[in-house]
């Protein structure tokens, strides 16, 4: 064998291991990207910064290699990264949306020995990445949504729960009350009393009274008093309901504004509890507004819906509060202003109207309830 064939061999040999070494460390570096992948306790900026730092050693020049990588608006950088204009990309694609794109770049340096260019291995590479990242991200949604579904469904499965012990308690307690209203009027009604005691039997029956109503929201809530429905109009039912709350508006500072639809159709509802969720709505609106502030009252006639909004500015609540509002003796208030069933009431009535509620807030710009009543229930 001549040494030219030599040369070439042992050339041939130099390059296979070359090339070798090359796949072993682009293998290397998508088995860590799956390795960080499957963290559980890894969040997604983590797990994107933990691939973009692993990347640029998978490259054939790693020591000149850079990573950056967006996500939906948010950036990751390896470690010294710099922008050149020798550079691969590939876009991040979820569920056929671009999400994002990753990008590699090489930076030459001055009488570097061999030329700097990306290799087609390279590029294969920075689009399996691509993809690998667009599985977390689909992952990581599918986890997110189911998440949220049992968190709706252990909410549902709580309403339930206590909407059958609130009808039993109810119950239990509407018999005794009725008696201890009774044998006080009774006892009112004596000629021989003081006017201490006769304050003290007024006492016991405006007690009995406000007992009466907390145990009537309790079957409203748990579904024993099914709506009496007529033809109503929401305009006439925020009238109604500011006529007894103006004042005390005034008294705290609270400005009040309409904008109330001229034609909004009538809807088949119960009037009573309508009334009820209006004045629910602006009592837990004034009271995030202490310090004075504007209550707002909308009314608006959508394609297939009648809507009412109810807007305050008041002190806001962030995602976390928005999730609990609705559930039953849940309150933020003090053990005076409020029993905790106001909201969920609300939510019970806007149920069994077959409607839905909306809250839109943020901690300190105000709340807006959405009342959302299908057209299906208008009377015209």
């Known amino acids: 064998m001549s040494s030219i064939d030599i040369s070439e061999l042992e050339q041939e040999t130099t390059d296979y291991i070359h090339q070798l070494k090359e796949r072993i460390k682009e293998l290397t570096c998508l088995y860590k990207i799956v390795d960080i992948a499957n963290k559980p306790d890894l969040s997604i900026p983590q797990i994107m910064q933990d691939i973009v730092n692993i990347i640029p050693l998978a490259m ?4 000149i290699a850079c990573t950056q990588l967006q996500i939906n608006g948010d950036y990751f950088y390896s470690q010294g990264f710099q922008n050149s204009q020798l550079s691969l990309s590939s876009e991040i694609i979820v569920n056929n949306i671009t999400r994002g794109v990753l990008e590699v770049f090489y930076h030459p340096l001055p009488n570097y020995s061999v030329p ?7 590029e294969k590479l920075i689009k399996t990445i691509s993809q690998q990242i ?6 990581k949604q599918v986890e997110e949504a189911n998440a949220k579904l049992q968190e709706q469904l252990r909410h549902a499965d709580r309403l339930a729960t206590i909407g059958q012990l609130a009808a039993g308690i109810a119950h239990e307690i509407n018999e005794p009350l009725g008696t201890i209203l009774g044998f006080a009027e009774l006892i009112g009604n004596s000629e021989d009393l003081d006017v201490t005691t006769q304050n003290d039997i007024k006492k016991i029956v405006n007690a009995t009274l406000h007992a009466r109503e907390v145990v009537r929201k309790l079957m409203l809530f748990s579904r024993q008093m099914p709506p009496k429905k007529s033809l109503i109009n929401l305009n006439q039912i925020i009238e109604d309901g500011l006529y007894f709350l103006e004042n005390r508006c005034i008294k705290q500072g609270i400005k009040i504004f309409k904008e109330l639809s001229a034609d909004l159709p009538d809807i088949v509802a119960d009037a009573g509890q309508m009334h009820q969720v209006m004045v629910n709505l602006a009592v837990n609106a004034m009271q995030a507004m202490p310090t004075g502030g504007s209550l707002t009252f909308k009314t608006e ?4 819906s009648i809507e009412m909004q109810i807007m305050d500015t008041g002190i806001g609540m962030d995602k976390e509060l928005i999730k609990k509002i609705f559930i039953p003796f849940f309150t933020t208030k003090d053990i005076h202003e409020g029993t905790g069933l106001g909201l969920s009431v609300v939510h019970g009535i806007i149920n069994s109207h077959n409607g839905r509620i909306e809250v839109e807030s943020n901690p300190g710009t105000g709340s807006v309830f959405r009342i959302i009543l299908r057209m299906e229930h208008a009377g015209k």
Do not use: S
Request: hydrophobic residues 50%.
């Open 301 to 304: 006639k959508k394609e297939n």
């Open 60 to 63: 054939q020049f790693p020591e």
């Open 134 to 139: 667009a599985l977390v991200l689909e992952r």
């Open 116 to 122: 700097v260019i990306f290799l087609i291995e390279e």
